[in-house]
């Protein structure tokens, strides 16, 4: 829960101050080293001032810039800082949109205060991000080329200067908007099939606890990873896939949530099943929340050629998951987020195990339908123009 | 283990660029409004830049001032970042001396592995430290004020500008300097005995875990205990004293080791505890390792008037504590680390018990004699002006 008192200012996007860039960025082309950089961003960000004595100062959209940090300041020292992801899509209709933006509102103020940083109330994270848009969307998602997106980057960070080991008594939050490389387009190598290749983490690395804080979207949960990233980078796979515990539960892969579809061995039933939430160490994603809403909604039932599944969270284990495949009970997997969308997994490799999660008809089609439901939310098109997830950006400046 | 490539420079404190500050600061008097601000730091700092393709460019010493970090930097999303806590005092020789460096130089390599940051030949440490000193030593610490420390901290932090998850392709070393209160000269509050309060954890917020990275020091391990010590501050403690399992391991306090003395209940023997660090829950402390090296040396035979000590490394419960207290088996405690030195523990509250740590003799005196002969080390006195823990730092320039 947020914890504001009524004595200092609440943060407040309906008054923002604007500085113009006088000195407008190239834009660069999708596909180009600029893009895949992901470093690139826009010509504008947002900031919003936050001190323990007055509140949340008026927040402003001005020139992309570094920032300018005391050495001292927490969020270099002690991580105080947290994060969320999520995209601004321009429809087929010309329209910008967010998708379900205040999830990622509430999330973003969960993550602050578990790592000390202030709340607010999370609808103005959207309408935040809606100022910063109206400026630089034109520009960077041209309104003739539907189906582009930007990714965006809330943060929030402690930049005080106080070194001494305390909650933060001066905060940052910030909205940059950068150029990111659609997964979809991401074409395959040469002679291979598509889909993502999981490494399963060692057990002598684990990335969160019961206690801790693997729920919240802290950096204190992805530095740590980062080694055992770049160690399956390095042997050619795309992500690391996190388990947990003596029995070795499958928990989230990388940067994503981790979904299967398989036969229950028990039932006979078709199941998609990922990790719960209960135990608090996986990330509650927006794509995971929205895939198994519109999984319980549509796929429930048969849809088109897809039989239909139970939608179950529950815990299950590594042993569980190379079961179904000697079996020959995977029907398919896939991870979601809101960088990586919703891609298929091939393999996962455990130990000296390579498991092939292809099924036997090498993907039976659910994500491929979840992703034709979503992009239709997410870019307004197939009658989804107004659909209740949608946020759309209005008053766009021109240029 | 550092990795570094022979293709790349290695950090080279031996040749250092200097630019000295032309707008001196002013030096906080002791007990000041700014120095108890721990964010008021000398003329100048240390940096080193690192790039994955080059390595290690030429170590500045400049003047002080903030840093511009790109909004996409590593160290504000993904927590890479790691640090060390240390002091450099005026001798009462005249001297300026750094305590034990090449173990604070290991550990901050050991930290920056574990979130994939760059090694270094952790010797340089020392060296880097030393051109900062020979500038700000002077001014900051004058040679006629022996007994007179300065709190240091060098840090790491990617801070490159993709914002793609992956290991830091950029990073920063910088060593800054900082007038710090001296624990030594808190008074405790009228009617009050000195020492400590400690407040237990509770079991739904734990530090750190087996296969994480409790043993580093990253800015991970901060931020999200943050809540818990403030929680405590608020009613009225200094510091939060983790516990780990379903036992309730006592592992270490906020910001410090922690040592218990007691007589041993099954064999009657009097006791010198802390935790030990085969698990890697705790940090690795020197303040911690110097204790226990001259407990080991000096305390487990009569010492004057102290009692012969066993000197154990072991896990150890709340229970425990709390039963050597019911039975009157408590002797003395203690926390220990940098920032805080050697500071009595008088008080662990634990759920609705409150254990009294003074012991019957309201602290034997093991405490007080550890830090008198670390204090002779740190500041060469009596007798110990040239001890292999010392580092003197050569080459003062006179201001």
Redesign the interface.
């Given at each position: 829960m947020p914890s504001f008192t009524s004595a200092v200012a609440e943060l407040d996007a309906s008054v923002v101050k604007i500085t113009r860039s006088t000195n407008l960025r190239p834009v660069p082309a999708p596909g180009s080293p600029e893009e895949l950089?992901?470093?690139h961003?826009t010509d504008h960000?947002a900031t919003v001032r936050w001190t323990d004595a007055n509140g949340w100062e008026t927040p402003e959209v001005r020139p992309?810039e570094?920032?300018?940090?005391?050495?001292?300041a927490?969020?270099?020292?002690?991580?105080?800082?947290c994060?969320e992801g999520m995209k601004v899509y321009r429809g087929y209709d010309g329209k910008l949109r967010l998708f379900r933006p205040d999830c990622n509102g509430e999330r973003l103020v969960n993550s602050s205060?578990?790592?000390?940083l202030p709340g607010f109330r999370f609808e103005e994270l959207k309408r935040l991000i809606a100022k910063l848009m109206q400026i630089d969307g034109a520009r960077w998602l041209p309104k003739d080329q539907p189906g582009r997106f930007l990714?965006l980057?809330p943060?929030m960070?402690?930049n005080?200067?106080?070194?001494?080991?305390?909650?933060?008594k001066e905060a940052l939050l910030?909205v940059?908007a950068?150029p990111w490389p659609d997964p979809s387009k991401k074409v395959p190598e040469p002679g291979t099939k598509p889909g993502l290749k999981l490494l399963a983490s060692h057990?002598?690395?684990?990335r969160a606890?019961?206690?801790?804080?693997g729920y919240?979207k802290?950096?204190?949960?992805?530095?740590?990873s980062?080694?055992a990233?770049?160690q399956a980078l390095a042997v050619g796979f795309d992500q690391v896939l996190w388990l947990f515990g003596q029995d070795r539960q499958v928990t989230e892969a990388?940067?994503s949530n981790f979904f299967v579809i398989w036969e229950n061995k028990e039932t006979g039933k078709r199941e998609m099943v990922t990790a719960p939430l209960e135990n608090q160490l996986i990330l509650p994603g927006v794509t995971r929340r929205s895939v198994l809403e519109l999984s319980r909604a549509e796929l429930t039932r048969p849809c088109g050629d897809l039989a239909p599944v139970e939608v179950v969270e529950k815990s299950f284990t590594i042993g569980d998951v190379e079961q179904a495949w000697r079996e020959g009970r995977i029907v398919e997997s896939f991870v979601c987020g809101t960088?990586y969308f919703i891609t298929p997994v091939k393999l996962i490799r455990n130990g000296d195990v390579d498991i092939d999660m292809l099924g036997a008809a090498e993907n039976a089609g659910y994500a491929k339908q979840l992703k034709t439901w979503l992009e239709a939310i997410m870019f307004g098109k197939d009658g989804k123009e107004n659909h209740e997830w949608s946020y759309v950006i209005e008053g766009e400046s021109d240029k």
């Open positions: 950089s992901h470093s961003c960000m992309y570094n920032l300018s940090i005391p050495p001292t927490s969020c270099l020292h002690y991580a105080t800082e994060f205060q578990r790592t000390s990714y980057r943060t960070i402690g005080g200067p106080h070194l001494g080991v305390q909650t933060p910030f940059i950068v057990p002598d690395t684990i606890w019961p206690g801790g804080f919240a802290l950096g204190a949960n992805y530095g740590p980062l080694q990233h770049g990388g940067a960088a």
